[in-house]
């Protein structure tokens, strides 16, 4: 299975937390944490490759109603009890892929919204089992939750970056070492769990930080 990744900067809590959800979910897993301005900031999918190309070739997750679910409302759920119109048949398209049997787990405020379904393809998930999940989703969710504020360095630091200012130019103009700025930055990315210095600079952007 494919595992996809987008503006993540990663640790080991996560990673093993991601494992942890793997074992969970026989038939794979889809979460998007902390979806604000119609985009998650960290996005991770392992159900079966052809399904997900599938999925996303015909834009299902505007019609999806384990999304709609998780928009609309928060805690876990079989997706067998889930009584929101489908018209599409997308839950029944899902299962000729393995989906069978799965469980949605919602958490966090409308602005920070995270979404969790895991499958499997033999039984329902049980009473415990569900539990167990819904506590892997929402430690991911409390790890994974971005940073209220920078600080005036960090903030300062990313700006001159933006300004297209070179790392020995910027740190001149703060009358600061090259080192001691790229030490600013590091820190921004790792609280903005971006990769790059760029993608930390465009999340402080969508997160009103900068």
């Known amino acids: 299975m494919r595992l996809y990744l987008y503006n993540m900067g990663r640790n080991h809590v996560i990673d093993n937390l991601l494992v942890e959800l793997g074992e969970q979910a026989p038939a794979g897993y889809y979460l998007a944490l902390h979806i604000r301005f119609a985009a998650p900031l960290m996005m991770f999918q392992t159900f079966n490759p052809d399904w997900i190309d599938r999925y996303t070739q015909n834009a299902y997750a505007l019609r999806d109603p384990l999304v709609a679910w998780g928009i609309s409302r928060t805690g876990a759920t079989r997706w067998s009890a889930i009584d929101l119109p489908d018209p599409f048949e997308i839950m029944r398209e899902a299962a000729t892929y393995g989906l069978v049997y ?3 787990v919602s958490c966090g405020p ?8 895991a499958a499997r393809a033999d039984r329902e998930f049980t009473d415990e089992e569900i539990a167990a999940i819904t506590g892997t989703v929402l430690h991911l969710h409390h790890e994974t939750e971005p940073p209220d504020n920078l600080t005036p360095a960090e903030i300062e630091a990313l700006k001159i970056l933006a300004s297209g200012e070179r790392y020995a130019a910027g740190a001149a103009r703060l009358g600061i070492s090259e080192s001691a700025l790229k030490a600013r930055l590091s820190t921004a ?12 600079i465009q999340r402080a952007k969508d997160y009103r930080l900068l």
């Not at 409308?110 to 379904?117: C, D, F, L, Q």
């Not at 990315?189 to 930390?200: C, D, H, I, Q, Y």
Request: hydrophobic share 40%; net charge positive; with cysteine.
């Open 102 to 104: 799965g469980v949605c």
């Open 110 to 117: 409308m602005s920070s919204r995270t979404i969790a379904s």
């Open 189 to 200: 990315r790792k609280k903005l769990f971006a990769r790059t210095s760029a993608e930390a």
